[in-house]
């Protein structure tokens, strides 16, 4: 049972336009949301999270949203440049009674392809 | 700095081999892990640790054994390696206290099993 979705496995968008990547996900128990970005041959690295209690978090050019009710969330990248081109995975945590939580539940990830 | 160092990068093993993958940190961090990244599959976690002498099973852990006997060290060990085991291997620390989201991943070390 695939609890973090992203339907779409890669994306082609135009330099300087909008990038939307987005994600869905099944379990409303989730306490936050995550992206990652991920170059070939090397780890994933942080990019952007937020807190099921807010509805966006902004940083510089990277927005996530966060819809509950639909169990939904998008990063938006705005304006696109050439090196964003990577995997972006989306994941999920919930926070367990002590406040701190282990286990990251990822997505499949979306191919974000920018170009020139 | 080095941040989380992966060896090796590459290893081809024979089913029914078995191999340690090394995971060392140098950021004083509580929490270690390993993933596995297969096609389509996105990254799955197989152990973590949140402290020396302290390890737990993740998602996808048969297979598998580590150990924490130090802070900075994290070994994953196949016992006997098998096809299913082909894949992409992470190994991933993160900050003691508070929310433990922003992960730092290594390189990672892709292992073919024949």
Redesign the interface.
């Known amino acids: 049972d695939q609890q973090v979705k992203q339907n779409s496995p890669s994306l082609s968008v135009q330099e300087g336009r909008i990038s939307i990547l987005n994600c869905d996900y099944t379990n409303s128990m989730f306490d936050y949301f995550l992206w990652y970005k991920k170059y070939p041959a090397e780890g994933p690295t942080f990019l952007i999270s937020i807190s099921s209690i807010k509805d966006k978090n902004e940083d510089g050019r990277f927005t996530v949203f966060l819809n509950k009710s639909a169990k939904h969330l998008s990063l938006h990248i705005v304006p696109s440049q050439p090196g964003d081109s990577a995997v972006y995975f989306c994941a999920a945590l919930r926070l367990n009674s002590g406040g701190s939580n282990y286990k990251l539940t990822f997505g499949k990830g979306t191919l974000l392809t920018v170009n020139p | 700095n080095a941040g989380?160092t992966q060896t090796p990068k590459f290893q081809v093993l024979k089913t029914g081999q078995s191999m340690t993958l090394q995971c060392a940190q140098d950021m004083n961090h509580e929490?270690m892990?390993w993933?596995r990244q297969d096609p389509?599959?996105?990254?799955?976690?197989i152990h973590?640790s949140?402290g020396a002498g302290i390890t737990?099973q993740?998602?996808v852990p048969n297979g598998y054994n580590v150990s924490r006997s130090t802070t900075e060290d994290f070994p994953l060990r196949l016992l006997s390696a098998a096809p299913s085991q082909t894949s992409v291997y992470?190994c991933?620390s993160s900050y003691s206290?508070?929310?433990?989201?922003?992960?730092?991943?290594?390189?990672?070390t892709q292992l073919s099993v024949l």
Do not use: N, Q, T, W
């Open positions: 989380v929490y892990s993933y389509g599959m996105g990254l799955r976690l973590y949140v737990d993740g998602e992470f991933a206290g508070g929310i433990r989201e922003k992960l730092f991943f290594g390189s990672g």
